[in-house]
Structure formats: C-alpha cells, structure tokens
C-alpha cells in the first residue's frame, strides 16, 4: 500500500506562484512515476505533470509548459510542485498519484492517490 498527502494548496493572486507538496510512505520501491493532475468544478480531470521516480524525467501538461516544475526528493520520498505565473484558470483541486506505466497523462493509469488540496487563483 501507498500512501499520499498533499499539503500547500490556498489562495493566490493571479501571476503569484504557489508550491505544492506530496508525500509517499508506504511501499514507495513500488512507484515508477508520480503525476499531479487537477480537475475544476464542471471539468474533466486534467493532466498537470509527472516525474519518474528513477532518472527525473519531466512531463507537463500543454497549458503549464513553463510555468510550473516538478521536482522529487527520493530520500523524503516527496514530490513538489512549484506553480509560477498562475492564472485564474488554474484554479483547481490538485491531487498526485503513483503509477506503474509509462503512459504519464493517463489518470486511469494512477492507482494511488492523495485526498487533493484546493488552489484557488483570484483575477
């Protein structure tokens, strides 16, 4: 079992930055990748970023290319997200998840995932 915590959501003006934060006890040997995927109220689950867990290989979502980074630190076992520039549309609940696969936008490919935290971007 995995377990995952966000912390680091809140309120933010727009073009203010935010870092968000998730951390994995449990059988964390077993993760390939972690994501962030965010969904909005009305909205589909949107894929935000992933990072594999051996390498640091990078993947983001077409609307946060260069406006937000993922990092890991294994020996935390943590997965942060720094959110730069952000837009009223970028208001959301963040959640990450763990997966096996190598299909990194693909939520469905997710087995473990955090409660979410809520961000919010006022105009």
């Known amino acids: 079992q995995l377990q995952l915590v966000e912390s680091g959501g809140g309120l933010v003006q727009a073009g203010g930055s935010l870092i968000l934060s998730c951390a994995a006890s449990?059988?964390?040997?077993?993760?390939?990748?972690m994501g962030w995927f965010r969904q909005a109220p009305g909205k589909e689950r949107e894929f935000v970023a992933a990072?594999?867990?051996?390498?640091?290989?990078?993947y983001y979502g077409d609307s946060v290319k260069g406006r937000f980074t993922i990092s890991k630190d294994n020996a935390e076992n943590t997965v942060d997200l720094q959110m730069n520039s952000l837009k009223p549309e970028d208001t959301a609940v963040y959640s990450c998840?763990?997966?096996?696969?190598?299909?990194?936008?693909?939520?469905?490919?997710?087995?473990?995932w955090g409660q979410g935290t809520q961000v919010t971007v006022s105009s």
């Open positions: 998840a763990t997966t096996g696969y190598s299909r990194y936008t693909e939520a469905d490919l997710y087995n473990y």
């Open positions: 449990g059988r964390t040997f077993r993760i390939h990748a």
């Open positions: 990072i594999t867990w051996i390498g640091g290989f990078s």
